[in-house]
């Protein structure tokens, strides 16, 4: 009898993997068809936005946990668990990427707000200075904040139906999430509305730091 061939990615891993390469894969069918085949683009060229937001959002959702496999990448890594990836593609100009990106990445970090203690695996860890323990939390909050900022920001910037495209995808994304992905989903729920309160405030003006100083002095 042949001994059974052993896994080089169980099952868990190869969603870590799968899931940012199906958005990636989409991302680059996208920008495939628009600059080889511009005449059949024009048919779907109302859903381009839509559609790489989507690619953004597939991907965001696992990319955090993408430290697990990285050589040298403890897990709970910040630099995975962070808006940064949704702000680089801000930076290199794909904006509707970044936006389900970081709508993906906000969806993580709020379910990996409710470990079962905030010890060892749950804590987050920063190149050379290792974990940040009870600062955490925090910075999980920080960095959806971050995301949601990242989403607001590139909202107003698609127009008419892209917009509704991109709004859709990432509702229907998030009921999705919650559906089949977290079932444990008050904590991250409170978490996600918290956030994005914070930051929209922020953004109207509502929210600075001296109404908050004024608040506690
Ligand atoms: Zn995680």
Same mark, same amino acid.
């Given at each position: 009898m042949l001994a059974p061939v052993p896994l080089l990615f169980d099952q868990c891993s190869m969603r870590l993997i799968t899931a940012p390469l199906t958005g990636s894969m989409l991302a680059a069918s996208v920008y495939a068809v628009k600059g080889f085949y511009p005449q059949w683009f024009q048919a779907i060229a109302f859903m381009e936005e839509g559609l790489l937001f989507l690619a953004g959002l597939i991907a965001g959702?696992?990319?955090?946990?993408?430290d697990l496999l990285l050589p040298g990448f403890s897990h709970r890594s910040g630099i995975t668990h962070s808006c940064g990836f949704a702000a680089l593609f801000v930076a290199l100009g794909f904006d509707a990427i970044a936006g389900g990106l970081a709508i993906g990445i906000a969806l993580h970090l709020s379910s990996d707000m409710?470990? +079962?203690?905030?010890?060892g695996g749950a804590l987050v860890k920063l190149p050379w200075f290792g974990s940040i323990g009870m600062l955490s939390p925090l910075w999980l909050l920080l960095n959806i904040a971050g995301c949601f900022w990242i989403l607001l920001s590139m909202l107003p910037a698609i127009e008419g139906i892209g917009r509704w495209a991109v709004m859709t995808v990432g509702l229907l994304g998030g009921i999705w999430y919650f559906f089949?992905?977290?079932? +444990?989903?008050v904590l991250p729920l409170i978490t996600l509305g918290f956030c994005l309160l914070l930051v929209h405030q922020y953004r109207d003006g509502r929210l600075n730091v001296e109404v908050v100083v004024q608040y506690f002095v």
């Open positions: 959702i696992r990319l955090p946990d993408i409710q470990p +079962k203690a905030w010890t089949y992905e977290e079932k +444990k989903r």
